[in-house]
């Protein structure tokens, strides 16, 4: 039996595109336990507050609070990650850089479109180990 259709498939979390498509499924498909899979104990996420001119920040657990906001509030999340911008690093230790779009529907007539970069510090103990996210620094326009 072809099951090649049967639907998305999460990606290998030992390899860095695994990462970032299992990133994608979980915003995707609204999935908070991929996503919380993602994220190292000692994750930290940071923003730049233009209006206050300083960045905020925040740690796993604020974090998955509020991606659960969003993934509830939305109809529909479609995040599409474009081209690695930098990468440098090791096996254990790599800081990776790359865009991506993302439109948030929250009803028909209210859409965001989100254009940007994010900067990720992501780390494993070993090869054999999966990747996790300790840092994402989001730059977007919005």
């Known amino acids: 039996m072809d099951d090649s259709h049967s639907g998305p498939v999460l990606g290998d979390q030992r390899t860095v595109d695994g990462v970032f498509q299992n990133f994608r499924y979980a915003y995707n498909f609204k999935d908070t336990i991929v996503y919380g899979a993602l994220l190292d104990d000692e994750f930290v996420f940071v923003y730049r507050n233009y209006e206050k001119n300083m960045d905020v920040s925040w740690g796993r657990d604020e974090d998955m609070y509020t991606t659960n906001g969003l993934f509830q509030a939305a109809q529909n999340?479609?995040?599409?990650?474009?081209?690695?911008?930098?990468?440098?690093?090791?096996?254990?230790?790599?800081?990776?850089?790359?865009?991506?779009?993302?439109?948030?529907?929250?009803?028909?007539?209210?859409?965001?479109?989100?254009?940007?970069?994010?900067?990720?510090?992501?780390?494993?103990?070993?090869?054999?180990?999966?990747?996790?996210?300790?840092?994402?620094?989001?730059?977007?326009?919005?």
């Open 77 to 142: 999340l479609d995040l599409i990650w474009n081209e690695v911008i930098v990468a440098i690093g090791d096996s254990l230790l790599l800081d990776i850089s790359r865009g991506f779009n993302l439109t948030i529907t929250f009803t028909p007539i209210d859409i965001i479109n989100i254009q940007g970069r994010a900067n990720f510090r992501l780390k494993r103990n070993s090869n054999k180990d999966v990747w996790k996210i300790i840092r994402w620094r989001d730059e977007s326009n919005y």
